[in-house]
């Protein structure tokens, strides 16, 4: 379950950030997570409570937000949809994923004295 690494590289940059401001806890953190990431939520989420522990993050809620595969054709960006052929139905190019292979922290919530 690479679940934990994940979880260990995240509550280690909360934690820098935690400590460039300052901070005495960290309440919520928010994370961006593409369906194609290869990253099953539920482990993540399991992963997160467990080693969360003994962190500044030890009281933390984490919401997860999941991402939707996204793919378009990379010479005259159209969309392209979802089941198809992944190739532009405009001028045929071979498609590429814009969104959902990704892992963003994207919010950090926490008490700045």
């Known amino acids: 379950m690479h679940e934990y690494?994940?979880?260990q590289s995240l509550l280690d940059r909360v934690e820098?950030?935690?400590?460039?401001?300052?901070a005495t806890a960290v309440r919520r953190l928010s994370v961006r997570l593409g369906e194609l990431a290869g990253v099953e939520p539920a482990l993540l989420a399991t992963a997160y409570?467990?080693?969360r522990e003994r962190s500044i993050c030890a009281?933390?809620?984490l919401d997860i937000?999941?991402?939707?595969a996204r793919w378009?054709?990379?010479?005259c960006a159209s969309a392209i949809?979802?089941?198809?052929i992944l190739?532009?139905?405009v001028c045929a190019a071979p498609a590429r994923l814009a969104a959902g292979d990704e892992i963003i922290l994207e919010r950090i919530e926490m008490e700045v004295p």
Do not use: Y
């Open 5 to 7: 690494a994940i979880v």
């Open 16 to 22: 820098e950030a935690a400590r460039s401001h300052g």
């Open 49 to 51: 409570t467990l080693c």
């Open 59 to 61: 009281h933390a809620e």
């Open 65 to 68: 937000q999941r991402i939707a």
């Open 72 to 75: 378009e054709c990379p010479r």
């Open 81 to 84: 949809a979802r089941g198809t």
């Open 87 to 89: 190739r532009c139905p």
